[in-house]
């Protein structure tokens, strides 16, 4: 049996739990089924198709959206800004940086050679073939999205949707890779840098930049600010090889003649 009792997405008990109440014990949980069965409904509202709806007719899935500015208060720049919000927000609070250092691919640094010797391994800390996934998840849902959006609204065949949408920004659309986000939390690494398998992970890289460093005395922060600076460089490494691949350039727009 089918119900068309029609409310949002938070119950009173869900508004009383969010605002400080203890409310009920398993709350968070009805909540997140709750948005699970919200987004399988946005999902489905992508796969139709608007010409196949019955009376009254709609023309675009922007139609569905009229009463937001008056029942909400709430312009439709602003809904889009709360729904990028919370894109943002669920593919970014969940990385976690510990696992990304311990997933790194380990350089032992091989003694029994010199460092002077042009066979002995340099480069990087991090392989660029190292997933940094997590780390782009913000940037293609924004990108994807833009692309399933602009099929919509224009033609899905025309030829001013690129296969490749590219995105340029003057921040970083993840998770910053901070001091105390990389540092584990189960190794000590207040005095100096002794652990060994962060040890093995810069040999690699100081054998590019410093081959005679004792990586045992390395300081915690040059350590770990070694550690933010490969992870960076590896996703920009990615973002590089997805413009290079992108089929419409990104030359800035030029005003007219007139």
């Given at each position: 049996?089918?119900?068309?009792?029609?409310?949002?997405?938070?119950?009173?008990?869900?508004?009383?739990?969010?605002?400080?109440?203890?409310?009920?014990?398993?709350?968070?949980?009805?909540?997140?089924?709750?948005i699970?069965?919200?987004?399988?409904?946005?999902?489905?509202?992508?796969d139709?198709?608007?010409?196949?709806?019955?009376?009254?007719?709609?023309?675009?899935?922007?139609?569905?959206?009229?009463?937001?500015?008056?029942?909400?208060?709430?312009?439709?720049?602003?809904?889009?800004?709360?729904?990028?919000?919370?894109?943002?927000?669920?593919?970014?609070?969940?990385?976690?940086?510990?696992?990304?250092?311990e997933?790194?691919?380990?350089?032992?640094?091989?003694?029994?050679?010199?460092?002077?010797?042009?066979?002995?391994?340099?480069?990087?800390?991090?392989?660029?073939?190292?997933?940094?996934?997590?780390?782009?998840?913000?940037?293609?849902?924004?990108?994807?999205?833009?692309?399933i959006?602009?099929?919509?609204?224009?033609?899905?065949?025309?030829?001013?949707?690129?296969?490749?949408?590219l995105?340029?920004?003057?921040?970083?659309?993840?998770?910053?890779?901070?001091?105390d986000?990389?540092?584990?939390?189960?190794?000590?690494?207040?005095?100096?840098f002794?652990?060994?398998d962060?040890?093995?992970a810069?040999?690699k890289?100081?054998?590019?930049?410093?081959?005679?460093t004792?990586?045992?005395?390395?300081?915690?922060?040059?350590?770990l600010?070694?550690?933010?600076?490969?992870?960076?460089?590896?996703?920009?490494?990615?973002?590089?090889?997805?413009?290079?691949?992108?089929?419409?350039?990104?030359?800035?727009?030029?005003?007219?003649?007139?």
């Open positions: 049996m089918t119900s068309d009792k029609r409310q949002g997405l938070l119950t009173d008990t869900d508004k009383q739990w969010l605002s400080g109440d203890h409310g009920r014990y398993d709350q968070k949980h009805a909540l997140t089924i709750a699970a069965e919200l987004m399988d409904d946005i999902k489905f509202l992508f139709q198709d608007l010409d196949e709806i019955s009376q009254p007719s709609t023309d675009s899935l922007s139609d569905l959206f009229t009463r937001v500015d008056s029942h909400t208060d709430m312009d439709r720049e602003e809904c889009a800004q709360y729904l990028i919000a919370l894109a943002y927000i669920i593919t970014n609070e969940p990385i976690d940086y510990t696992d990304i250092v997933d790194m691919m380990l350089h032992p640094r091989d003694e029994s050679t010199s460092p002077n010797d042009p066979d002995r391994g340099v480069g990087s800390a991090m392989n660029p073939s190292q997933s940094v996934d997590e780390l782009l998840q913000f940037r293609r849902a924004l990108t994807d999205g833009i692309k959006g602009k099929s919509r609204v224009e033609s899905p065949d025309t030829d001013t949707i690129p296969d490749i949408i995105v340029d920004t003057n921040t970083e659309l993840y998770k910053e890779p901070t001091h986000r990389l540092k584990p939390d189960d190794k000590n690494l207040d005095e100096g002794d652990t060994n962060w040890r093995d810069l040999a890289w100081l054998d590019a930049q410093s081959p005679r004792d990586s045992s005395t390395i300081s915690q922060q040059t350590a600010d070694m550690m933010a600076e490969e992870i960076q460089l590896n996703v920009l490494y990615h973002l590089s090889q997805r413009r290079i691949h992108s089929d419409q350039s990104t030359t800035p727009s030029e005003l007219p003649y007139f």
